[in-house]
């Protein structure tokens, strides 16, 4: 089983990696890590922060639209993919389970953008360090970024593997990912807002609303970010992350649930491929 699982894991980090996903993933995060770090240099010194932390708490933010689309780009046509050039039939005619299928490619894919994140923000951070130097905060606040980020890579990489086995066909789970992230990442807290606004100052705002920022795993991942740097100027929903009435780690129990839920529906529906 162990030689099975890594064969098809290690096939399918070589496919990311010659498709050019990891490089191009790479690119993009270390580029706006960059803008953000040396064009917002110049608040350092007002907020009392280290441009590290600074730069990882303005990270946060922008992560939550990079790093979920990154991760659904890469991951949704990896079954559907499969289905529509035939090549899965032969994947399942080996003594392969499905469920090993799923779960090295989950593995590979996930491996593919922690790649891209750690070696990204690696980049940025060794540059923004040596120009403007290092402390413990600001490594601490940068370590926080890229294992959260893994985390939040790894949520949207199951999310997208069982649009996937879900869809069907290609086409069916392009539209599904673009749908999930407009939702999850966009919309969502667009509605929250919209729900603020509406109710005032009444139970919705004071009890509902901070629960339901917490179960989005987009919000969850910047919660857990921006709760442990004081000096970041935020408003709206990256504020309520010094105001939530429940300690910031519990948001990494939601990343957990996203991401167990995924995988086991997605095994669940790629046992019911029919290539």
Known sequence: MILRFATIAA????LARRNLWVALATAALAAFALALGFLGAGQGPALK???????????????????????????????????????LALTFATPARR?????AKFVAQTAAVGAAITIGFAIAGGAIGAV?????????????????????????VAIGLALSAAAGRT????????????????????????????AGEGVFTSHIFPWMVLANPADAFRIYNLAAFDAAPVSGIDGLARTLPFPPQLALAVLGFW?????????RLTGKIVP
């Open 11 to 14: 096939q399918e980090f070589r």
């Open 49 to 87: 922060a280290d441009v590290l932390s600074l730069t990882a708490a303005s990270l946060s933010t922008l992560s939550v639209y990079l790093i979920p689309l990154i991760a659904l780009l890469m991951s949704y046509d990896a079954l559907s993919g499969e289905v529509e050039r035939g090549t």
């Open 99 to 103: 469920w090993e299928l799923f779960v």
């Open 132 to 156: 403007y130097g290092l402390s413990a905060e600001g490594l601490a606040a940068w370590a926080r970024l890229v294992g959260s980020g893994f985390a939040l890579g790894a949520v949207f």
């Open 171 to 198: 086409a069916n789970a392009a539209a599904f990912a673009i749908a999930c992230w407009l939702l999850l990442v966009v919309l969502y807290d667009l509605a929250l807002l919209g729900g603020v606004i509406a």
């Open 259 to 267: 991401l167990a839920a995924p995988v086991l529906l997605g095994i």
